[in-house]
């Protein structure tokens, strides 16, 4: 009996440590992106849009709102790609996207206002309704993506959760650009 007390003082802590405080070492996906790689980051983006805002600023012919949507989503896609330099986890990943998705949604946003302004009258309200539409048919679609990246349909895994932010992601920028493409139109005439 002393033995087995002897062995259990030591082997007790053994499996508090094991089945308490590992798994939170070993699972835990802390936020890689300190304020200090932000800034790095930061940094490299800043550089970045440099050298394309001198390189597109050179060609003729385009538009002053062409410039600034290139500069903008040129600056979203280097954040998101340095970004994934420091942290390339899945949640890391996941969260990258997602950030890249609410920029692309401030974009929307932007050409939403700019292209509703420049409507009139019952215009204003097809592009009111049409893009109600459109926030409902992005429910639906995330709702169709969750369906799709269950395990009986996808296998599984946790490349699904990127996947998923990904397709997101996408449908937002994509919304984004087609907003901007009908205000450039508006600006042409």
């Not at 550089?47 to 040129?74: H, N, W």
């Not at 420091?86 to 700019?114: F, H, P, Q, R, W």
């Amino acid at each position: 009996m002393i033995q087995i007390m002897k062995r259990s003082s030591t082997f007790i802590p053994l499996i508090i440590f094991v089945c308490v405080v590992s798994p939170k070492i070993i699972f835990a996906q802390t936020d890689r992106i300190t304020p200090d790689i932000a800034k790095k980051i930061q940094f490299r983006v800043d550089s970045a849009t440099l050298v394309f805002k001198k390189k597109i600023s050179q060609r003729d012919g385009d538009s002053p709102e062409y410039l600034q949507f290139a500069l903008d989503t040129f600056k979203i896609e280097c954040a998101s790609e340095y970004a994934m330099d420091y942290d390339y986890s899945t949640v890391g990943m996941n969260a990258i996207m997602d950030k890249a998705t609410d920029e692309y949604d401030k974009l929307l946003n932007k050409y939403y206002k700019k292209l509703l302004a420049h409507l009139q009258g019952d215009d204003k309200q097809t592009l009111i309704n049409t893009q109600r539409a459109w926030l409902k048919f992005k429910q639906l679609e995330i709702n169709l993506i969750g369906t799709v990246s269950q395990t009986k349909y996808s296998g599984g895994g946790s490349i699904q959760s990127n996947l998923n932010t990904e397709a997101i992601n996408e449908m937002v920028k994509q919304r984004a650009v087609a907003l901007y493409g009908f205000y450039s139109r508006l600006q042409n005439n």
